[in-house]
């Protein structure tokens, strides 16, 4: 989630982001990794997870006007 929240800082600036305590039915415990895809399918991403979020929030800009 952090992550994610500096790639959308970039993108729009300044966020105001509310931290809460974690709820019981959160998910927890495991790393988001794209190794499981690379090893059973031979997959790998073609365009950064940055950029994506970048065109990704184009589009929507694009196609909500």
Do not use: C, M
């Not at 105001?16 to 495991?30: A, M």
């Not at 895809?37 to 979020?53: D, E, I, R």
Request: proline share 8%; hydrophobic share 35%.
């Amino acid at each position: 989630i952090n992550a994610i929240v500096k790639n959308l800082t970039r993108i729009f600036g300044p966020l105001n982001v509310s931290r809460q305590q974690p709820r019981p039915s959160d998910f927890k415990g495991v790393t988001v990794s794209i190794e499981r895809a690379k090893n059973s399918l031979g997959w790998t991403p073609k365009v950064p997870f940055h950029l994506g979020l970048e065109k990704y929030i184009e589009s929507v800009k694009r196609n909500s006007e």
